[in-house]
């Protein structure tokens, strides 16, 4: 039915080194990635081997120092290179957001000794990482997280388990977030844990409504025991450096729904001035034009609004306000034109022949996950109008 390719985004990109970046990243996409998404999106298929792919051609590791395997790219780049990315397939922008969210502490609270020792597998040898905050009991409230880190002499033993954990169970290094003191934000410790840790299991995966092919799941902590060596950063210093994480990975979360809207409002112009209806192109209606003009000012606002949140990070400016900001329009814009997207295409956009209906069930997790909407709505009003009054 659609007879009219999308065009490709038009990108303001700050140097020839990014162009080429991007083009590099579209021939990814188009060769390895969006061939395959609907059919392994619905078997379930975890794509470890675009993951692979990625790494060898140095994109896992893109906002990171190249002295350890990293691309140097300033966030602005790396966040456009999401975008593409979850275009094409959710499952693969995401799961580059996550490894970089589970990157962070280690690049910016590590030792140098621990930079050296582990960051360059983590940035491009291939490894894949994932992000424990989240527990069974303690999601929007992650203060009260009950994982527990004793010391034991030189190491540590962590008992707990954590819960919505994408990439778990598939993924080589976890960065963990335990309480190794009192409660609340100050007792909690961050620890880098190997995937093959003893005592580590990850439990079956969670059955989605979306993203099938990107594994979430609980993983339990049965005294497992790692060296201090790779504790990062102070002791207690845990609950920051996950702040200062969640910062960053809005920002790839905003992204990758900008992307899948993108990708949206393309297969429904594509279909809209396919389709003859009435003895004409149902995009000649007027009722339909609105529409397409509608979801495609939403998405241009979005990518606006986490591209100059990116702008701030990388002048080193506060962005927590902005990243939330970003976070928060850029899901609900996901959600609000893929709905859209699946209205333009009628029954068809119902039926899983065309793949609007996987974006719209895909856009729905990026309104909880990274903190849901509602806690970005927190966020932002406590940096308008302070702390809530007890």
Request: net charge negative; aromatic share 6%; proline share 5%.
């Amino acid at each position: 039915m659609p007879d009219r390719a999308p065009q490709p985004v038009d990108r303001q990109l700050p140097t020839e080194e990014s162009r080429d970046l991007i083009a590099l990243v579209r021939d990814i996409v188009q060769r390895e990635v969006a061939p395959r998404a609907a059919e392994e999106e619905e078997s379930g298929h975890f794509p470890r081997e675009v993951f692979a792919l990625l790494s060898d051609a140095g994109l896992l590791g893109l906002p990171y120092d190249s002295e350890y395997g990293g691309g140097d790219q300033p966030y602005e780049v790396y966040l456009q290179v999401l975008e593409e990315l979850a275009a094409a397939r959710l499952t693969v922008g995401l799961g580059v957001s996550v490894h970089s969210l589970a990157c962070h502490a280690l690049a910016g609270y590590g030792a140098k000794e621990q930079q050296r020792e582990h960051l360059p597998a983590m940035l491009g040898g291939g490894l894949l990482g994932a992000y424990c905050l989240s527990e069974p009991a303690s999601g929007s409230d992650a203060a009260s997280l009950r994982t527990k880190a004793v010391r034991d002499g030189d190491h540590w033993v962590i008992d707990g388990t954590k819960a919505w954990i994408t990439h778990g169970g598939v993924a080589d290094f976890y960065t963990v977030l335990a309480r190794s003191g009192g409660e609340g934000a100050r007792g909690i410790t961050a620890f880098l844990v190997p995937g093959d840790a003893p005592g580590l299991n990850a439990a079956t995966p969670e059955k989605k409504m979306g993203m099938k092919g990107s594994p979430t799941a609980q993983l339990n902590f049965d005294s497992v025991r790692i060296p201090d060596s790779r504790r990062l950063g102070e002791e207690g210093q845990g609950f920051a450096i996950a702040l200062s994480a969640l910062d960053s990975g809005r920002l790839g979360i905003a992204a990758c729904a900008v992307g899948v809207a993108q990708a949206a409002l393309d297969e429904a112009v594509a279909y809209a001035t396919g389709r003859q209806q009435f003895g004409r192109p149902i995009a000649d209606f007027q009722g339909l034009r609105f529409m397409l003009a509608d979801m495609a000012t939403r998405i241009e606002a979005g990518r606006a609004l986490y591209l100059a949140a990116a702008r701030l990070r990388d002048a080193g400016r506060p962005f927590s306000r902005q990243a939330a900001m970003a976070k928060l329009f850029c899901t609900d814009t996901a959600m609000s034109v893929t709905t859209d997207a699946v209205q333009v295409l009628g029954g068809y956009g119902y039926t899983a022949d065309f793949p609007v209906e996987r974006y719209m069930r895909e856009a729905k997790v990026l309104q909880i996950v990274e903190g849901t909407n509602q806690i970005q709505r927190m966020v932002i009003a406590r940096h308008l109008a302070g702390p809530e009054t007890r």
